[in-house]
């Protein structure tokens, strides 16, 4: 690939992962806010969350790899 193309995935990737984490943390503070309780996530809840992240990621690229 090209720098130009490398470049331009790059961007796209990066504003996609960002418009996704505003999206789950808007949908995380709402959900909050109706239930009317804090959010409140341990340090072994987050552990969880980012190792299914990367599992999904993971098998996300394994799937585009495919032919």
Do not use: C, W
Request: aromatic share 2%; no cysteine.
């Amino acid at each position: 690939m090209s720098d130009k193309k490398n470049t331009t995935v790059y961007i796209i990737g990066s504003l996609a992962g960002a418009l996704l984490g505003v999206g789950v943390a808007h949908a995380l503070v709402k959900s909050s806010d109706e239930s009317e309780t804090p959010l409140q996530i341990s340090p072994q809840k987050g552990m969880q969350i980012g190792i299914n992240t990367i599992g999904f990621v993971r098998k996300l690229l394994d799937l585009l790899q495919q032919k």
